[in-house]
Protein backbone atom coordinates (compact mmCIF):
# COMPACT_ATOMS: atom_id res chain seq x y z
CA UNK A 1 0.00 0.00 0.00
CA UNK A 2 1.26 3.09 -0.97
CA UNK A 3 1.91 5.98 1.66
CA UNK A 4 3.51 8.98 3.10
CA UNK A 5 7.65 7.82 3.17
CA UNK A 6 7.00 4.64 0.81
CA UNK A 7 9.18 4.14 -2.31
CA UNK A 8 7.92 4.60 -5.31
CA UNK A 9 8.66 3.79 -9.58
CA UNK A 10 6.63 5.74 -11.99
CA UNK A 11 4.93 3.44 -14.06
CA UNK A 12 3.89 5.35 -17.45
CA UNK A 13 0.07 3.79 -19.05
CA UNK A 14 0.25 1.85 -22.13
CA UNK A 15 -2.33 3.82 -23.94
CA UNK A 16 -0.22 6.99 -23.07
CA UNK A 17 3.14 5.44 -23.94
CA UNK A 18 3.35 5.96 -27.51
CA UNK A 19 2.30 9.69 -26.70
CA UNK A 20 3.67 12.57 -24.80
CA UNK A 21 4.72 10.60 -21.85
CA UNK A 22 7.91 8.71 -24.29
CA UNK A 23 9.55 11.47 -23.53
CA UNK A 24 10.07 11.78 -20.24
CA UNK A 25 12.45 9.72 -18.83
CA UNK A 26 11.14 7.85 -16.56
CA UNK A 27 14.52 6.01 -15.79
CA UNK A 28 15.41 9.12 -14.17
CA UNK A 29 12.68 9.63 -12.18
CA UNK A 30 12.66 6.27 -10.16
CA UNK A 31 12.82 5.61 -7.36
CA UNK A 32 10.92 8.27 -5.38
CA UNK A 33 9.49 9.14 -2.28
CA UNK A 34 5.94 10.05 -1.02
CA UNK A 35 5.94 13.37 0.84
CA UNK A 36 2.53 14.02 0.99
CA UNK A 37 -1.44 12.77 -0.65
CA UNK A 38 -2.90 15.46 -2.02
CA UNK A 39 -6.46 16.22 -1.23
CA UNK A 40 -8.12 16.07 -4.47
CA UNK A 41 -11.76 17.51 -3.99
CA UNK A 42 -14.28 15.58 -6.05
CA UNK A 43 -12.16 12.88 -7.21
CA UNK A 44 -11.91 9.19 -5.68
CA UNK A 45 -8.54 8.26 -7.05
CA UNK A 46 -5.56 9.18 -4.93
CA UNK A 47 -2.99 11.55 -5.60
CA UNK A 48 0.37 11.93 -4.23
CA UNK A 49 3.58 14.56 -4.27
CA UNK A 50 6.55 12.76 -4.87
CA UNK A 51 10.45 13.58 -4.79
CA UNK A 52 11.84 11.70 -7.29
CA UNK A 53 15.53 10.96 -7.42
CA UNK A 54 16.54 13.23 -9.77
CA UNK A 55 15.82 15.88 -7.25
CA UNK A 56 12.24 16.93 -9.25
CA UNK A 57 9.19 17.00 -7.77
CA UNK A 58 5.63 15.98 -9.39
CA UNK A 59 1.84 15.29 -8.31
CA UNK A 60 1.24 11.98 -9.59
CA UNK A 61 -1.95 9.46 -9.88
CA UNK A 62 -2.08 6.42 -7.74
CA UNK A 63 -2.36 4.61 -11.14
CA UNK A 64 0.94 5.79 -12.38
CA UNK A 65 2.87 4.82 -9.13
CA UNK A 66 3.81 1.00 -7.87
CA UNK A 67 5.98 0.72 -5.05
CA UNK A 68 9.79 0.34 -5.60
CA UNK A 69 11.28 -2.92 -4.90
CA UNK A 70 14.92 -3.90 -5.05
CA UNK A 71 14.71 -7.37 -6.20
Not at 18 to 31: A, G, H, I, M, V
Not at 58 to 68: A, D, G, K, P, R
Request: charged share 30%; aromatic share 12%.
Amino acid sequence: MIKIGSLVKYIPSASSAFKWEKYLNTDSRSPGIVLREMDEKGTTTRRFEIRWQNGKITEEWISYLELFTTT
